[in-house]
Each structure stands twice: as structure tokens, then as C-alpha cells.
């Protein structure tokens, strides 16, 4: 069971929920919860285990090998990323814009374009009795996020077995990140707020899992505030609600100690109950 935890914008409560429902869930469920915004990963804030992993991930980057190379130009007419260029007799690799799809060193007719590892981020697996964090980190400079979600997804699925409920702490937006990250989860959960940017963003949202044919419900965050046109919009597109977690102050203070939330706070473990009974009736 793969469940992934989106939204449209930033600063919704995807941390939020996703690092709760996963400790939550734990105390019942085999959990492992990954934290997927490789740009600027924040679950680690409120999930403390022990470090028991850790490994260093490369993506593939084409090296020129000029006393090989006979400027055929046929690395310049199939990267479709303007990732190598001819210029003259100088050929150029761009790694920030290569998406490591080796058409440039495969079909280059005499090898001068070798595939080598190059350093992009770190992944961590830390463990915490029946709950396991995953927690990848893109290197400073780094332009591309994709390649390390998706070796993040490969060592989950290579380390924990079908039994284990796996949450994944999506990035915000709806651009390749977010793609990446939900497209082979089993149900997408999308938080919102009761604002006219969150229902802006929202829908965008909404339009992507519609796009990517995944099923979806929406948690509505910080309930209370604004209007209801976040819930007009779901009624009348015939999206489940699953959730209203009410804006208190008292969530807004344990967030910003780095604490977990639904032990001290009854109203916002009730919401957590009924997104878990939601997840278990629906999937």
C-alpha cells in the first residue's frame, strides 16, 4: 500500500500530515514513511530514529573522450535535452540539463561519450521500533530532483515488503517532482487549505492525479479560516473530503517546536482516525 500526500502549493501541511499519520499508523502498522521534496526535506525535524543507513547516489553523466571522437555530431541530434552540444571541434556536456537517458553515449559510433557516475545527494535510513524513515537530500547545485525521488522509491521497494504501509511526503507543485513521486502510489491524499490560493492550487492538483489516472481525496488543513469553496469545489466535482484538521493555535505551537501533534491535540487525532478508517475502507 503506497500512499502519497500532495498538494498544489507549498506550506499546505503536508509535513505536517504526512510525518503524523505515519507515526500514527505505526502504532499499529508496519510504517515506513519517505520524505520525496529531495530539495528541501523537513521530515527529519519531527521524526528522531537511529541512523542504521546511508549511501551516497549518483546519476549517469556522459564524459567526452576527444582523442576518440570523430565530431560526427550525432550526440547533438539525439539529445533531446540540449545536453551535449557541437561546437567545432570542441564537444560540451551540460550535466545540469542531462537526464542520464544514454541515447548520446549509446548511439555515438565510436564510444566517445562514456556514461560515469556523478555525486547528486545522500539518502538515510533511520529506524524508530515499527517505524522506518527514508530521508533523501539533493546536493547543493544540484538542478534535478527527479533521478534521486526515483532511486529514493526503488530502495524502498527493494527493502520493505508489500505488508508495509509506505507514506510519501510528496514535493509541492505539480511539475516532474510531484509526477515522480505519485505515479505509482496506490491512493494520493491531497491537502489543502480553505483559501482562494488553496483551492487555485488545488485544482491544479486535481487535474494532474486526473491526468495520471490515480485515485484521490482531499484532507482540508487549517479549517476555520477563510471560505468554503474548497468544499463547494470538491461537492461538485464529486471529490471525498476526507478530513477538516481545525486551525488551532495549539497545532501551530507543537509544529513549531518540532514536535508530533496528535497525542497532545484530541481534535486533530480524531481527523487522523477517520483518514485511517478512509484508507482501510477505500484501498
Sequence with gaps: MKIAIAS??????????STNLAAFLSE???VVLADLDVEEPNSGLFIHGNL???EEKYKMIPEWKEDSCTFCGECQKNC???????????????????????????????NALPMIPKRMGQLKHFALNNFDFIESRLDIGQEQAVPLIAQTIDFIENNFTDQTIKIFDSP????????????????????????????????????TMQELKK???VIINRYGIGNDDVIDYCQKNGIPIVAKIPNL????????????IYNDVPEFKEELIKIRDFIKNEI
Excluded at 483559501?195 to 492550487?201: A, E, K, R, S
Design 28 to 30: 499499529t502498522e508496519k
Design 52 to 54: 542504521i543507513f546511508e
Design 8 to 17: 498544489g502549493k507549498g506550506g499546505t501541511g503536508k509535513t505536517t500530515l
Design 249 to 260: 493555535r495549539k497545532i501551530a505551537e507543537l509544529y513549531s517546536k518540532g514536535d508530533l
Design 172 to 207: 509541492p507543485g505539480t511539475s516532474c517532482p510531484v509526477i515522480e513521486a505519485t505515479k505509482d502510489a496506490d491512493f494520493i491524499l491531497l491537502i489543502t487549505e480553505p483559501t482562494p490560493f488553496g483551492l487555485h492550487d488545488l485544482s491544479l492538483a486535481v487535474e
Design 215 to 217: 485515485p484521490f481525496a
Design 80 to 110: 533531446n535535452f540540449h545536453a551535449v552540444i557541437q561546437l567545432g571541434s570542441q564537444i560540451l556536456v551540460f550535466p545540469e540539463l542531462c537526464h542520464s537517458c544514454f541515447a548520446c553515449s549509446e548511439l555515438c559510433p565510436v
